[in-house]
């Protein structure tokens, strides 16, 4: 609109009711390509620790990080705790039948 139009940024962003200020906005972030390098080869490592774990270790090596911060890079990147499959009991169709009571106190069973 700017470009082809020729009309000011101030007109451009009040005809689209857009705040000039989010226009001429510029990130402070740092860089977090490093940090995001580092959470990655710690879970590639540790595959049973979640984003909690992976805080402590990074400020264990001197990061000076917030968890709020290593939980957003940790699920930007697609990373999650893996679920544990639990060791499965046997099966009821497995185990023996169950004898029928001939008499009473013959055959005690607890639901």
């Known amino acids: ?3 082809g139009g020729g009309i000011s940024i101030r ?3 009040e005809a689209l009711r ?7 906005y510029k990130s402070r972030r740092t860089g ?3 940090l995001e390098l580092r959470i990655r080869e710690i879970c590639e490592a540790r595959v049973r620790y979640g984003y909690r774990r992976v805080h ?3 400020r264990r090596e001197g990061w000076q990080v917030n968890i709020k911060k290593t939980r957003r890079i940790y699920n930007e ?3 999650q705790l893996r679920n544990k499959n639990p060791k499965r009991r046997v099966k009821a169709k497995l ?3 169950r004898q029928e009571a001939v008499g009473p106190n013959d ?3 607890m639901d």
């Open 1 to 3: 609109m700017l470009a």
């Open 11 to 13: 007109r451009a962003c």
């Open 18 to 24: 857009f705040d000039p200020s989010s226009y001429h």
């Open 32 to 34: 977090q390509a490093a």
């Open 56 to 58: 402590v270790l990074l």
């Open 77 to 79: 990147l697609g990373l």
């Open 95 to 97: 185990r023996d039948d």
């Open 107 to 109: 055959v005690w069973a």
